[in-house]
């Protein structure tokens, strides 16, 4: 059964930091890209970050360039999001995503609520 379990969201003053993870299990980790979106209320879901399959690759939506980083352990099967000077348009349901060589090969996890707020 596939899952992907996101963790280590919550309350954060402005400026402050997080780090997401996301446990996945059921698929073969390492054949799949990651990514990172993100959903506010009344908003489209949008992409925040992607990283490739090897981790050689990533790349950031605009707005979390230089705050954001992506990465991942495939001995873990986990792909983190490390947020930084994070700002209250930042605030969101953040969720991963996994996407295998084959359009159908794509799931999403449960997602994990990050509020910046002071």
């Known amino acids: 059964q596939v899952q992907l379990v996101e963790s280590g969201g919550g309350l954060v003053q402005p400026g402050g930091s997080l780090r997401l993870s996301c446990a996945a299990s059921?698929?073969?980790?390492?054949?799949?890209?990651m990514s990172w979106f993100r959903q506010a209320p009344g908003k489209e879901r949008e992409l925040v970050a992607a990283?490739?399959?090897?981790?050689?690759?990533?790349n950031y939506a605009d707005s979390v360039k230089g705050r954001f980083t992506i990465s991942r352990d495939n001995a873990k099967n986990t792909v983190y999001l490390q947020m930084n000077s994070l700002r209250p348009e930042d605030t969101a349901v953040y969720y991963c995503?996994?996407?295998?060589?084959?359009?159908?090969?794509?799931?999403w996890g449960q997602g994990t609520q990050v509020t910046v707020s002071s």
């Open positions: 995503k996994a996407q295998g060589p084959y359009a159908r090969q794509r799931y």
């Open positions: 990283i490739s399959t090897t981790g050689d690759s990533t």
């Open positions: 059921g698929f073969t980790f390492g054949n799949y890209a």
